[in-house]
């Protein structure tokens, strides 16, 4: 029998979701003790200003690192454009700037060339990947290994908590921090990915959707990001991402009483936050499904309840686990294989 007669739809992406607990681990246990070295050199050069360079999945994971740095570090943080670099030829001054390049691969040519850039204009830079030995890690001054393993699936799952927990512990590292706050997620998520007919049965609110809304607040929101990317890229489903904030300035409009919406809301500054955006959500009666506490899961149509007493710094982790399997199941819902993504490469290649 040929291996595509074996074949079982989402296999692959399966496989890869239940690996996550044991990367954190991994993480935890073998790549703390180097991120710590690294994140020690950085500090000791006092940088004033962080950028976060990133495509996909991994801009994502920048963009909850950039939260990261302004909350925890107190220090001004950008998601850079790299054709301002790659396409222009800008040439910005970033002495004193430390630029954070994160890929899973580490192969893109843009990002190899922005971070090249970067370094020759002055800048400490540092590039977190899945692959010690890439193009991206060659150019950068320091390397943080994500530890995830060889990721098989085109939608990347466990290179993002990976990438997630790794630039966690960088920045407690830059302010002296430990691990102490990290130490239980191994565990949390391998209750959480338990839960899988919790999620199937989310899913089947979301098999003939023609149209999502995902919204959250602060840590939250590059978890609502890259849960519409999952959906989209697996299951085709148009899914589109709000910070709370923003989806009250205008685009609420197009939420109605057959409009799905999930919300991701942090235990948290995020969560409150973003209570009065569920509020005018349940006004006008939408679909609402949570991704959060017990109490806010039981005041919508239906939701996911997370594990209680997570700090909200770490709770992204945990918080896109059900969201990767929801679009594993709503793919699988529809006839198609999340394995094999249409229009799909593992290394995208930009310029």
């Known amino acids: 029998m040929s291996d595509q007669q074996l074949h079982v739809p989402g296999r692959i992406m399966a496989a890869e979701m239940a690996e996550q607990p044991t990367v954190l681990r991994r993480i935890l246990d073998e790549g703390a003790p180097r991120i710590r070295a690294v994140a020690a ?83 400490i830079t540092l590039a977190v990947t899945n692959n010690a030995d890439s193009p991206l890690a060659e150019v950068s001054e320091h390397h943080v290994d994500v530890l995830a393993g060889p990721e098989k699936a085109l939608p990347a799952t466990k290179t993002y908590t990976a990438e997630l927990l790794a630039l966690y512990l960088l920045v407690e590292g830059l302010r002296g921090g430990g691990t102490a706050q990290a130490r239980g997620l191994p565990e949390l998520a391998a209750r959480v990915l338990d839960r899988q007919l919790e999620v199937r049965a989310l899913a089947e609110r979301y098999r003939f959707a023609q149209r999502l809304v995902i919204t959250s607040r602060g840590y939250g929101y590059p978890t609502a990001r890259e849960a519409a990317l999952k959906l989209m890229e697996t299951s085709y489903v148009p899914a589109i ?38 509020d005018r959500l349940r006004g006008r009666g939408a679909d609402l499904v949570v991704v959060g506490q017990q109490d806010q899961v039981d005041a919508a149509s239906a939701g996911f309840v997370l594990p209680p007493g997570v700090p909200e710094e770490v ?14 199941e709503v793919t699988i819902a529809r006839g198609q294989d999340p394995d094999a993504p249409r229009a799909l490469a593992k290394v995208t290649e930009t310029h």
Do not use: C, W
Request: hydrophobic share 45%.
């Open 41 to 123: 050199a950085i500090a000791a050069r006092g940088p004033r200003f962080v950028l976060l360079t990133a495509r996909g999945t991994s801009d994502n994971a920048a963009l909850y690192a950039k939260y990261l740095v302004e909350v925890l570090l107190g220090r001004p943080a950008g998601l850079t454009s790299m054709s301002t670099t790659t396409a222009y030829g800008a040439r910005p001054d970033l002495r004193d700037v430390l630029v954070i390049t994160v890929s899973q691969s580490g192969g893109s040519p843009d990002l190899v060339a922005s971070t090249k850039a970067a370094r020759e204009a002055g800048a």
């Open 241 to 278: 991402p709000f910070s709370g904030a923003d989806l009250l300035h205008g685009p609420l409009a197009m939420v109605d009483n057959v409009s799905p919406v999930i919300a991701i809301v942090p235990d948290g500054k995020g969560g409150e936050a973003l209570q009065p955006v569920l």
């Open 315 to 328: 709770q992204p982790i945990l918080e896109i686990l059900p969201l990767q399997r929801l679009a594993y």
